[in-house]
């Protein structure tokens, strides 16, 4: 007859492994109903923020933004941003739902415009082939619709996105002045400008100085340059 220790013994291991099944199991169910909350309170997040952005759609379409096609701009840009200004200031929308719905607004001409704005917004976006004032003007046309962006388009700001459009020969020239004024760093640009156009005339190997056209702006009869780019179709026969 087998001594009793080993009976005991052996009922301990039992009772050991019936013990740390039931653990196992227990921390199965504790992870699995874990998983499950955390699934649900996922799905229950989107379903929110779906809901709030229809809502905020059906808000704005309450108001019946006008659509904008571009057809007179720069004429009609500040007109038509004036009006879904309005519309924004009586909802409280983040910057980005603004982008958002403000390019569900555009047709035709005014996605071209639209586009070229937010080129300027990046930091490698340069108007190679302009002279520094047709630049100039090009940008303070679309500054005026940079508050879509940025909560605050101060002067500093200005400069900063300014001097990034800058052809690098001029950019190299005015950076380390640290201008702070837009109109004085438009001049001093200019000036740069006009010394390395007299400079290539007298036979340097600059051309055509920064950014680079026959006609200066400040001359009369200037082609008024569009605040867009529309794309050229190259087809090859």
């Known amino acids: 007859m087998p001594p009793r220790r080993n009976d005991a013994a052996r009922v301990n291991v039992n009772r050991d492994d019936q013990m740390v099944e039931a653990i196992n199991h227990m921390v199965a169910s504790v992870v699995a109903h874990t998983i499950a909350k955390t699934l649900q309170d996922l799905e229950k997040s989107e379903r929110e923020i779906c809901a709030a952005e229809s809502s905020r759609l059906e808000d704005f379409r309450r108001y019946n933004p006008p659509k904008f096609k571009g057809d007179e701009i720069p004429e009609k840009a500040d007109q038509w941003i004036q009006e879904v200004e309005k519309i924004f200031e009586m909802i409280n929308f983040q910057a980005m739902v603004k982008v958002n719905y403000v390019t569900y607004l555009l047709l035709g001409d005014a996605e071209y415009w639209w ?29 005026r619709h940079f508050r879509f962006f940025r909560e605050e388009v101060d002067e500093q700001f200005m400069c900063h996105r300014f001097q990034k459009g800058l052809k690098f020969e ?63 179709n190259n087809n090859r026969g």
Do not use: W
Request: aromatic fraction near 6%; charge should be positive.
């Open 115 to 143: 586009r070229s704005t937010r080129l300027l917004m990046g930091s490698a976006h340069k108007e190679e082939n302009m002279t520094v004032g047709e630049y100039a003007a090009k940008f303070e046309s679309l500054s």
């Open 170 to 232: 001029i950019q190299d020239s005015v950076l380390p002045l640290g201008i702070q004024r837009f109109q004085v760093l438009v001049e001093k640009c200019r000036e740069v400008e006009d010394m390395k156009n007299k400079r290539a005339n007298r036979g340097g190997n600059f051309s055509s100085g920064g950014l680079s056209r026959v006609n200066h702006p400040d001359n009369k009869g200037k082609q008024v340059v569009k605040p867009y780019n529309r794309p050229q």
